[in-house]
C-alpha cells in the first residue's frame, strides 16, 4: 500500500460534523451584514506579490515571513495566496472604478493563507469575515463598524464573552513626530533591544512596541506615547469616536499599546478580544486607513474596515456551549428489489416536488440493514417500498420516532400526510 497523502500543515478540512456550525455562523453573517446596507465583493485568492507588498508594509510579520509566495512558472510572475483580505478589495475598488459615485460598504468571505506555527486558533489556511467602507472620511462609519461588531457578538450570543480594546495611531504628522521619539528611545537603549526590534529600530519602529517578548515589557511599556503626540483633528475623531460607543452603552478600554501589524491604519484602531481563546484572543480587528486607496494608486479616498477570525468567532461558539446539527430528513426510503428501485426514485422525486427532505437508501442490502440505517438517519418516517407496494403504486408509511401503526397508503395520500407532518 502506498503511504495515506494527508492535507497540508496547519490547512483543515471542515467536515460535515462541523459543517451546520459554519452554515449557522455564516447565515447569521449574511443577515447581519445585510441589515446594513453592506454589499459583498468576491476577490480571486491569489494576487501579484506586489500588491501585499505595497499594501501591508515591507516590514511586517506578514509581509516578512507569513506569506505563501511562487513563482508561476508559465510566466515568471511571482504571486501570493492573499493572507488578507483589505488588499485585494481595495485593489478590486480601484481597478473596477467602484468610488466614482461615491463612498461604497462592501464586505467579503474567505480563505486567507498566513505562513505560521500551527496552534489552537492560529492556522495557516484560515477564514475571515472582512467589512470595508470605503469613501467616508468622518467618525461615523468607524462608529457603524463597532456597533455592527457589538451586534454580531449579541446575534450570535457571544456578547458576554469579549471586550472592546481601542486607540488611535493619529494622521501621519503625529506619527512622524513619535516616530523619531521611539528612535531616539530605543537608541539611547541598544542593548535592551532583541533581534527582531533592532531590525525594526529605523524600518518601523512602532512595531517594537506590539512584541510579545517578556524581556521587552518594561521598555516598551516606559517608551514615548503616541497618545501624547496627537494633533487636534485626530484627537476630535477619537473623542467623536468615544463618545459615539458611549452614546450607544458600548464598554470599551483604551489600550495605548494597541498598534496593530498592518501598516495602512491611521486614527482609529480597534480589537475585540477574549479571554476563554488562551494566547490567540484576538477575535476581530480593524480601523481606520485613509492612505490606502491611494498608496495603491486610486484618487485618494478615506476608508475604514475590519476583519474576523471565522475559527475564533466559531471555537467561541463551541466554548459557550452552542451545538448544531444537520437538521434530520423527513423520510428515509427502504426499497428491496429492482422494481421497488425504479419506484423509490419516483417517490423520492414526489416528496421533494412539495418540499420533503428525503433520503433514499443506497447500495442495496437487506430490509433489516436498510430500517437500521433508517433509523439512524433519524428520520421521522420510513418509506418501505417492496415489490408489492410498486406494483400497485403504494407506498408503506411507518413511523420512526414516535408510537403508531404502519400504514398502507397511495402515493397521492402519502405526499399529503407527510407533508401536513413535516410543517
Ligand atoms: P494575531 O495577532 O492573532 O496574529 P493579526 O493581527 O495577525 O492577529 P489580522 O491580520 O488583524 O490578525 O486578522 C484579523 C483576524 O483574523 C484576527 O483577529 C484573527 O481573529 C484572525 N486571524 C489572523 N491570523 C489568523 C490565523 N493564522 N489563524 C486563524 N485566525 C487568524
Ligand atoms: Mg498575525
Excluded at 259 to 272: P, Q, S
Excluded at 283 to 309: K, M, S, T
Excluded at 335 to 356: N, P, S, T, Y
Amino acid at each position: 500500500m502506498s503511504t495515506a497523502l494527508r492535507a497540508v500543515r496547519g490547512m483543515n478540512d471542515i467536515l460535515p460534523a462541523q459543517t451546520p456550525l459554519w452554515q449557522h455562523f455564516e447565515a447569521i453573517v449574511r443577515k447581519w451584514l445585510a441589515a446594513y446596507g453592506y454589499r459583498e465583493i468576491r476577490t480571486p485568492i491569489l494576487e501579484h506579490t506586489g500588491l501585499f507588498q505595497r499594501a501591508i508594509g515591507e516590514v511586517t510579520d506578514i509581509v516578512e515571513k507569513e506569506m505563501y509566495t511562487f513563482i508561476d512558472e508559465l510566466n515568471g510572475e511571482s504571486l501570493t495566496l492573499r493572507p488578507e483580505g483589505t488588499a485585494s478589495g481595495v485593489r478590486a475598488v480601484i481597478e473596477h472604478n467602484l468610488l466614482f459615485d461615491g463612498g461604497k460598504r462592501l464586505w467579503y468571505m474567505g480563505p486567507m493563507f498566513r505562513h505560521e506555527r500551527p496552534q489552537k486558533g492560529r492556522y495557516r489556511q484560515f477564514h475571515q469575515v472582512g467589512v470595508e467602507a470605503l469613501g467616508y472620511a468622518g467618525p461615523d462609519l468607524d462608529i457603524e463598524h463597532l456597533l455592527m461588531t457589538a451586534r454580531l457578538w449579541r446575534m450570535l450570543g457571544i456578547a458576554e464573552h469579549i471586550r472592546l480594546e481601542i486607540n488611535t495611531l493619529g494622521g501621519a504628522e503625529s506619527r512622524a513626530r513619535h516616530r523619531q521619539k521611539l528612535i531616539a528611545y530605543f537608541e539611547a537603549r541598544q542593548e535592551a533591544l532583541d533581534e527582531d526590534a533592532r531590525r525594526r529600530l529605523y524600518s518601523n519602529p512602532l512595531r517594537i512596541l506590539d512584541t510579545k517578548n517578556p524581556a521587552m515589557q518594561a521598555l516598551v511599556a516606559a517608551a514615548p506615547r503616541l497618545m501624547d503626540e496627537l494633533d487636534d483633528a485626530a484627537l476630535q475623531h477619537f473623542d467623536a469616536l468615544r463618545q459615539g460607543l458611549e452614546e450607544a452603552g458600548i464598554a470599551y478600554r483604551i489600550n495605548p499599546r494597541l498598534v496593530r501589524g498592518l501598516d495602512y491604519y491611521n486614527y482609529t484602531v480597534f480589537e475585540w478580544v477574549t479571554d476563554r481563546l488562551g494566547a490567540q484572543g484576538t477575535v476581530c480587528a480593524g480601523g481606520r486607513y485613509d492612505g490606502l486607496v491611494e498608496q495603491l494608486g486610486g484618487r485618494p479616498a478615506p476608508a475604514c474596515g475590519f476583519a474576523l477570525g471565522i475559527e475564533r468567532v466559531l471555537a467561541l461558539l463551541t466554548d459557550a456551549g452552542q451545538r448544531y446539527e444537520e437538521p434530520a430528513p423527513d423520510a428515509y426510503i427502504v426499497h428491496v428489489g429492482e422494481a421497488a428501485a425504479r419506484f423509490a426514485r419516483l417517490v423520492g422525486e414526489r416528496l421533494r416536488d412539495a418540499g420533503l427532505k428525503v433520503v433514499s437508501h443506497g447500495g442495496g442490502g437487506s430490509f433489516k440493514a436498510q430500517m437500521k440505517k433508517a433509523d439512524a438517519s433519524l428520520a421521522r418516517y420510513a418509506i418501505l417500498l417492496g415489490e408489492d407496494e410498486a406494483a400497485a403504486g403504494e407506498v408503506s408509511l411507518k413511523p420512526l420516532r414516535a408510537a403508531g401503526e404502519q400504514q398502507r397508503l397511495g402515493l397521492d395520500t402519502a405526499v399529503d400526510v407527510l407533508k401536513t407532518l413535516a410543517r
